[in-house]
């Protein structure tokens, strides 16, 4: 029997040690691949040499300048999918770094700006040379959005403000540096329109860009990390509690990863709902929310409202056994404005995007509660003439995540 009972024994402690160090085992969720639908989906940016010839027959109403200073460096961001190796569509988004600027129209000393950008829809007809070197085509509409401006006491138009449709064209090669990075050579060529005194849009550049696939995921990971498929958030600011203009800290002349406005607010509230779409083993996410924002102005306090659809995209900074710290991005969430003027700035319309940035942590065990401090913005993206921006202050949310 002591034979036996010693068996049972060792036996019983074997198990319990085997137990101990067998490792737990997390297969991928479902939202751990890539959504079928940005598979063959590509970002991408770049930069180069800009031509746009504003030159005195562009002028109305008899206006002259005695010079023309026009910008010959610009940056692109564009996006677009691959239906197969062959054709593919295209987004573009091409802005010069400074502005047209005419000189001496009124006093030989005086200068003027026509802010200008180009958006194109393009058909992107591609051919394989090798594995890794492609050439392909641009063909689409372009809408050049130009702001011009008024002189006299009359406020007479001497370049008017307008979004002119125009054939866009162009062509590239790119060299597939990995299966996902692609460096990339193009130029686009949008024509003259002559009536609308536009003249055309050279643009020469360099980049890259990103081409999403789908993942090869292990069987199973060793270790767990939370992503919540559903994510509830209200949050407020009031300039006249708090307002330590965070927003200046992100932009050029300190940190150019974020915009401020010419109009302002003072107050506001805003609900957000978010779903996870993607999400890696621990670092990244991504997710696509809705939000309702109401605010008001700093000066005149008009009351306006925002109604937004968004990508947030968060980077996982920290993971522990008490909370979880990320860093969120959102930009180009397209949005309904009711007010077109606030504080008597003309914004260019009841279109614009909404931009986010931010810090926020996921708390407790099972990480439900959510504190999030961020800043935000509106602007249509200089795809309409009129563009000065809305800077929204720091400000604070809390959620819940499910």
Same mark, same amino acid.
């Given at each position: 029997?002591?034979?036996?009972?010693?068996?049972?024994?060792?036996?019983?402690?074997?198990?319990?040690?085997?137990?101990?160090?067998?490792?737990?085992?997390?297969?991928?969720?479902?939202?751990?691949?890539?959504?079928?639908?940005?598979?063959?989906?590509?970002?991408?940016?770049?930069?180069?040499?800009?031509?746009?010839?504003?030159?005195?027959?562009?002028?109305?109403?008899?206006?002259?300048?005695?010079?023309?200073?026009?910008?010959?460096?610009?940056?692109?961001?564009?996006?677009?999918?691959?239906?197969?190796?062959?054709?593919?569509?295209?987004?573009?988004?091409?802005?010069?770094?400074?502005?047209?600027?005419?000189?001496?129209?009124?006093?030989?000393?005086?200068?003027?700006?026509?802010?200008?950008?180009?958006?194109?829809?393009?058909?992107?007809?591609?051919?394989?040379?090798?594995?890794?070197?492609?050439?392909?085509?641009?063909?689409?509409?372009?809408?050049?959005?130009?702001?011009?401006?008024?002189?006299?006491?009359?406020?007479?138009?001497?370049?008017?403000?307008?979004?002119?449709?125009?054939?866009?064209?162009?062509?590239?090669?790119?060299?597939?540096?990995?299966?996902?990075?692609?460096?990339?050579?193009?130029?686009?060529?949008?024509?003259?329109?002559?009536?609308?005194?536009?003249?055309?849009?050279?643009?020469?550049?360099?980049?890259?860009?990103?081409?999403?696939?789908?993942?090869?995921?292990?069987?199973?990971?060793?270790?767990?990390?939370?992503?919540?498929?559903?994510?509830?958030?209200?949050?407020?600011?009031? !300039?006249?509690?708090? =307002? &330590?203009?965070?927003?200046?800290? %992100? *932009?050029?002349?300190?940190?150019?990863? #974020?915009?401020?406005?010419?109009?302002?607010?003072?107050?506001?509230?805003?609900?957000?709902?978010?779903?996870?779409?993607?999400?890696?083993?621990?670092?990244?996410?991504?997710?696509?929310?809705?939000?309702?924002?109401?605010?008001?102005?700093?000066?005149?306090?008009?009351?306006?409202?925002?109604?937004?659809?968004?990508?947030?995209?968060?980077?996982?900074?920290?993971?522990?056994?008490?909370?979880?710290?990320?860093?969120?991005?959102?930009?180009?969430?397209?949005?309904?404005?009711?007010?077109?003027?606030?504080?008597?700035?003309?914004?260019?319309?009841?279109?614009?995007?909404?931009?986010?940035?931010?810090?926020?942590?996921?708390?407790?065990?099972?990480?439900?509660?959510?504190?999030?401090?961020?800043?935000?913005?509106?602007?249509?993206?200089? !795809?309409?003439?009129? =563009? &000065?921006?809305?800077?929204?202050? %720091? *400000?604070?949310?809390?959620?819940?995540? #499910?």
């Amino acid at each position: 029997m002591h034979v036996i009972k010693k068996i049972i024994l060792l036996i019983f402690f074997s198990g319990m040690i085997v137990s101990i160090n067998a490792e737990t085992k997390y297969p991928p969720d479902s939202r751990s691949q890539l959504p079928a639908a940005l598979d063959n989906s590509y970002f991408g940016m770049g930069a180069g040499y800009t031509d746009i010839p504003y030159s005195n027959k562009d002028l109305l109403n008899g206006f002259q300048a005695r010079s023309f200073t026009n910008p010959a460096f610009g940056l692109t961001i564009f996006i677009g999918h691959f239906f197969n190796r062959y054709v593919a569509t295209d987004i573009s988004l091409m802005r010069p770094v400074q502005w047209s600027y005419p000189n001496g129209i009124l006093t030989p000393t005086d200068k003027h700006s026509i802010w200008v950008s180009l958006f194109g829809i393009s058909l992107r007809p591609t051919l394989p040379l090798t594995k890794r070197i492609s050439v392909y085509g641009l063909t689409g509409l372009g809408i050049i959005s130009r702001h011009g401006f008024n002189l006299g006491a009359a406020n007479t138009p001497a370049v008017a403000s307008r979004d002119i449709a125009t054939l866009l064209t162009g062509g590239g090669v790119t060299y597939a540096l990995t299966s996902h990075w692609h460096a990339n050579i193009g130029v686009e060529y949008a024509l003259a329109q002559p009536s609308q005194q536009q003249p055309a849009i050279t643009y020469v550049y360099g980049g890259f860009y990103y081409l999403f696939q789908k993942l090869n995921l292990p069987d199973y990971y060793t270790d767990h990390y939370i992503f919540h498929k559903n994510l509830i958030q209200f949050g407020a600011f009031s !300039t006249d509690l708090f =307002n &330590p203009d965070v927003n200046k800290y %992100f *932009t050029i002349g300190y940190l150019p990863i #974020f915009w401020t406005g010419d109009v302002k607010t003072k107050q506001g509230q805003m609900l957000l709902y978010e779903r996870n779409i993607f999400h890696t083993h621990r670092y990244f996410s991504f997710d696509v929310g809705t939000s309702v924002s109401n605010y008001n102005s700093a000066i005149n306090n008009t009351a306006f409202q925002t109604f937004s659809i968004f990508p947030d995209i968060r980077v996982w900074l920290i993971r522990s056994h008490l909370f979880d710290f990320y860093f969120m991005y959102s930009v180009a969430g397209p949005t309904y404005i009711t007010q077109q003027v606030i504080d008597n700035i003309d914004t260019g319309g009841h279109f614009t995007f909404q931009d986010l940035l931010g810090f926020g942590m996921f708390l407790g065990k099972h990480k439900h509660f959510n504190v999030d401090c961020r800043i935000g913005h509106y602007s249509n993206g200089n !795809t309409l003439p009129n =563009n &000065p921006g809305i800077q929204v202050p %720091f *400000t604070v949310s809390l959620g819940y995540a #499910f």
